[in-house]
């Protein structure tokens, strides 16, 4: 099969196309073929080598929409032929198939396209995590997604939106904006604009959000404390440097500051996590917005565009 492996840490030119040997399942694993891969900006900060050492070769990524080709040993849960997508592999995601325990697979019904599929692993999974496990979203609640437009924003504001909160999403574009409006948030911002926070607050007459799901903690962290309800939660998901903060900020309001890894869910989380998106997706109030498709073989340039502003939903990848 055609897979992308990195040999040394480096820039975008370290992902190299190559043929590789099939993979083949064990016990309780599964193979699945894939038809579109799910590009994350976790996949560029390990290809460069901050986040420490890596067993190389490696094919890098975790999320796949793809078919079920072959079953090994004791797995009842899945058949040969069945749609799923993952959110996580053995082998890894940038590849014709992939290797998976049959935890890291989930169904992914009749409508939902094989590109959808592969947005579903990080990006939402990561909306889930923040909004419900960390941050305890409810009903009624304000909640501001900073950074919307793209893979897990979008994911954000579908989930709060089904959920039942008032959704106030930023976007750095027009189109970006448009998509956000277009996924449920009740009102959108543009969190390059110098006077949007005040716009925020006069939306919520003075009294600030609920909460925040933050994609860029080290512009925004600061702000966020100052744009929050009393009781106010910011859940860092996103963050590329340091910020100076003003600790009164959290005081005064009895606000809390959550970190928020996926890397950190459990095996019981992601249970009850994958439940619930397989559940949206099926009763349709999930749809994952997929923005760019390239082919496998130009994943060194998907791993540039996705560092890039103007976010617009998912960049998927083609075997
Ligand atoms: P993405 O598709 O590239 O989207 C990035 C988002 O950040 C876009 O909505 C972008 O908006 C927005 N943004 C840019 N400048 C901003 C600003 N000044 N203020 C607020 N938002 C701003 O990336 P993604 O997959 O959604 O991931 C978002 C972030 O979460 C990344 O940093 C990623 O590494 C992180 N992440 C963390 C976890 C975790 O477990 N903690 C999991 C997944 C992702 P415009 O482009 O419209 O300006």
């Known amino acids: 099969m055609k897979a992308i492996r990195v040999h040394q840490f480096g820039g975008p030119e370290v992902l190299k196309f190559e043929e590789v040997p099939d993979p083949r399942p064990g016990s309780g694993q599964v193979l699945v073929g894939v038809r579109a891969i799910g590009v994350n900006p976790v996949e560029t900060y390990v290809r460069s080598g901050i986040y420490g050492p890596k067993q190389f070769p490696y094919i890098p990524g975790t999320d796949v929409g793809g078919v079920v080709e072959e079953v090994g040993q004791n797995v009842k849960q899945f058949k040969k032929g069945d749609r799923v997508y993952t959110n996580s592999t053995v082998t ?17 019904p009749e409508k939902v396209s094989f590109e959808q599929g592969a947005a579903m692993g990080v990006p939402y999974a990561t909306a889930y995590r923040a909004l419900f496990l960390r941050g305890q979203i409810r009903a009624g609640e304000t909640v ?155 994943a060194a340039e998907a791993h540039e565009q996705i560092l890039k502003p103007g976010s617009h939903g998912k960049i998927v990848l083609k075997p």
């Open 92 to 108: 890894g995601a940038y590849a014709q198939k992939v290797l998976c325990e049959i935890s890291q697979v989930h169904p992914l």
């Open 144 to 298: 501001l997604i900073h950074g919307a437009s793209g893979g897990v924003g979008t994911a954000a504001v579908q989930l709060a939106h089904a959920h039942g909160a008032v959704v106030i999403g930023t976007g750095g574009t027009e189109e970006g904006r448009k998509l956000v409006k277009k996924q449920g948030a009740d009102h959108v911002l543009d969190h390059h604009s110098p006077g949007y926070l005040k716009q925020l607050m006069a939306l919520t007459d003075n009294r600030g959000v609920d909460a925040i799901i933050e994609m860029l903690a080290n512009v925004n962290l600061a702000k966020d404390l100052t744009v929050l309800a009393k009781h106010g939660r910011v859940v860092v998901v996103g963050n590329r440097g340091s910020i100076e903060i003003n600790p009164r900020d959290t005081m005064s309001r009895d606000a809390s500051i959550l970190g928020m890894s996926l890397m950190n869910a459990t095996e019981a989380e992601l249970k009850q996590i994958h439940a619930g998106l397989v559940a949206g997706l099926a009763n349709g109030t999930l749809a994952p917005v997929i923005g760019r498709e390239m082919p496998l073989s130009g």
